[in-house]
């Protein structure tokens, strides 16, 4: 357990938990672009050097290769940053992987502004670009936990999964695994999902753990709130956040580790619209612009994703001010971005 | 069987008023080499009627493989890809020449509601990937010889690509992983008819010296004259214990002689879908 914060923090989650996942499932196989110790799966390449392929850095011609694995009933599990599995190699994605249907695995490290590698490493756009591509199932890891098990989540599915994975020093904050397309429901404003909520909050990702400091505040405060984390963005069909959306007096929030287009804040908008909640819904996210190379805690202040931008929007939703600081919210958990913890951070 | 290929699209590009036909000029020795000769194939049930169109590949819907008009697969059996789409009229036309596809199946060709599509999808006859984005076949068929590798298979994929394919960057991606893994069983053959969609290669973007290029990334390479069906069976059949090329020389006006005389550019015909006009060309 952390002194900081009485939250349990497991370092590099993936590394042994793929290793002993993977050990009874040989079909499973790994390909890698140059970035195989950054994605944690340098120590599954020497368990398994038999079935780890490294692809340099041509990302376009690894696409096709997964997708020629997985028609001779493989399972590619694809490790790279983020960035690489959908800007560079779009069209490869959506023609040899997605329209086939094929059971590839687009493992994506580095989501949003988790990194300090600046505009060029940070996959803000993926969600909406991934939510646009047919057969494509969408998957985001908000602890450790959730880098564990979604593992089995994706295993299942019978086509291509696109996951939004952590790296390096993660939280544990759920106990339970990783359900598809089930959203976890942190608090309730009653006794249960349905009852009426001054707001309902949506989180996904990394913002989870920012919500999770700011919602003790703004309850102790006296604000009514329904919490849920998402981890499935597509599909987006779970009847639980339908039930939470319309239980919503007074406003919906989201939070993203991403562009408030084309994400959790727009699939909950269109969740609202086709069900007639007229709801005032308030996205929290990067709006419209790049981002650059900083450390997260400093990324989540200057672009309004950390958990004071929470209290604001609860505040301008509610319709008041609450007398809420910085220091009183939970405390911010201290990541060594740059110790040799993270030495292969870029 | 190459007569039989170009006199099948002729009559299919008059009869509709325009079609791929250089495509069936250029690349007839080659599908008639590869479907006669040099694939190793199961057997169809006699020649299959293309089924129609039912749905994409997705959740509810399996995928459809025109893979099936090469007969069942097995480990010591051969695969073809074809990677230019574009190609489909010719693909079909030999495989209604090998005795897998009914001849009628060029009624339905891009008729709605039909699997025998205008540019192939991996379910029209005889395509197993979807390749209209070209250049992404062979890094898919490397995938494909990775796999049956693993799987200790011992039959070769071969790739049937188009030499404006090595214009695309992927190309040459999937050539340096294809001898990076030692994949020998890859065999490429490349239609180098030097025409594209804007005119001649050397006037769009020159690929040029490319068997130079090839040995230079480590593959074996073999230039040949693309209308010489027992050289490309040679070649065809060579173990290099590389990845290997088969560069076949072709003309894009072969057996249509009109096509070459009719075009303001000398030597090479309109690549893209030619139209007709009132006059009739001179039959083969």
């Known amino acids: ?74 399972e590619p599990w694809l490790h790279t940053f983020a960035v690489f599995l959908y800007r560079r190699p779009l069209d490869q994605l959506q023609m040899s992987i997605a329209y086939p249907n094929l059971k590839v695995r687009l493992v994506g490290f580095l989501p949003g502004i988790t990194t300090p590698g600046g505009v060029t490493h940070q996959a803000i756009d993926d969600i909406a670009v991934m939510r646009s591509i047919p057969n494509m199932t969408i998957l985001e890891t908000g602890d450790a936990t959730e880098v564990e098990s979604v593992l089995d989540v994706a295993h299942a599915i019978d086509g291509p999964v696109y996951i939004r994975m952590l790296r390096g020093e993660v939280p544990r904050l759920f106990p339970e695994p990783m359900q598809f397309n089930t959203a976890r429901v942190l608090s309730v404003a009653g006794d249960s999902i349905a009852d009426p909520a001054d707001l309902v909050v949506l989180t996904s990702g990394i913002e989870t753990e920012e919500a999770l400091r700011a919602i003790p505040a703004l309850t102790d405060a006296g604000a009514s ?48 619209a086709e069900n007639g909640i007229g709801t005032p819904l308030h996205r929290i996210g990067l709006k419209d612009t790049y981002a650059h190379g900083a450390s997260q805690a400093y990324l989540l202040r200057e672009y309004d994703l950390d958990a ?14 609450f007398a809420i600081d910085a220091v009183d919210l939970a405390p911010v958990r201290v990541a060594a971005t740059h110790s040799s913890a993270k030495v292969e951070a870029l | 069987m190459a007569t039989g290929i170009r006199r099948r699209v002729l009559a299919h590009v008059l009869a509709n008023n325009g079609g791929y ?87 339905q060709f891009n008729k709605d509601g039909s699997t025998v599509e205008m540019i192939g999808a991996e379910h029209s006859p005889g395509f197993e990937t979807t390749t209209g984005s070209l250049a992404q076949a062979l890094s898919t068929a490397g995938g494909i010889a990775l796999g049956r590798r693993l799987k200790n298979e011992t039959g070769r994929t071969f790739v049937f690509m188009s030499d404006g394919e090595f214009q695309e960057g992927q190309t040459w991606e999937a050539i340096q992983a294809l001898v990076f893994y030692r994949l020998d069983t890859v065999r490429v053959v490349v239609d180098v008819n030097r025409a594209q969609c804007d005119g001649p290669m050397d006037s769009v973007m020159t690929i040029e010296p490319l068997a130079t290029k090839l040995k230079a990334f480590g593959a074996s390479v073999d230039s040949v004259d693309g209308h010489d069906i027992a050289a490309l069976t040679a070649s065809l059949e060579r173990q290099t214990g590389k990845p290997h090329f088969v560069l076949a020389y072709t003309d894009p006006a072969r057996g249509v002689p009109l096509t070459q005389r009719s075009q303001a550019r000398p030597a090479l015909p309109a690549l893209h879908r030619p139209r007709g006009t009132s006059r009739i060309p001179e039959v083969l």
């Open chain 1, 1 to 74: 357990m952390s002194e900081h914060t009485g939250v349990e923090i497991v370092t590099r989650p993936h590394v042994e938990n793929f290793i002993r996942w993977s050990a009874d499932k040989p079909e499973i196989v790994v390909l890698s672009a140059d970035l195989t110790n950054s994605c944690e799966v340098g120590k599954w390449r020497d368990t398994y050097p038999e079935r780890f392929f490294s692809m340099g850095m041509a990302e376009q011609n690894m696409l096709g290769f997964a997708a020629g694995l997985a028609r001779e009933g493989f």
């Open chain 1, 225 to 272: 709130i329904t919490h849920l984390h998402i981890s499935t963005l597509k599909p987006f069909t779970d009847p639980t956040v339908l039930t939470a959306l319309r239980s919503a007096r007074s406003g919906v929030i989201t939070m993203e580790n991403h562009l408030i287009t084309g994400g959790l804040g727009s699939a909950v908008a269109e969740v609202m």
């Open chain 1, 308 to 321: 004071m931008s929470l209290v604001r929007s609860a505040g301008k939703a509610l319709g008041r001010t």
């Open chain 2, 21 to 107: 036909l250089s495509q069936a000029c250029s690349s007839a020795e080659l599908l008639a080499a590869l479907y006669a000769s040099v694939l190793k194939l199961a057997p169809t049930e006699g020649p299959l009627h293309p089924p129609t169109f039912e749905a994409v590949p997705g959740p509810d819907a399996p995928r459809v493989s025109g893979g099936v008009f090469h007969g069942e697969v097995g480990p010591d059996l051969d695969r073809l890809i074809i990677s230019p789409a574009h190609y489909a009229l010719v693909v079909y036309a030999a495989l209604i020449e090998s005795g897998r596809l009914d001849e009628a199946a060029l009624d």
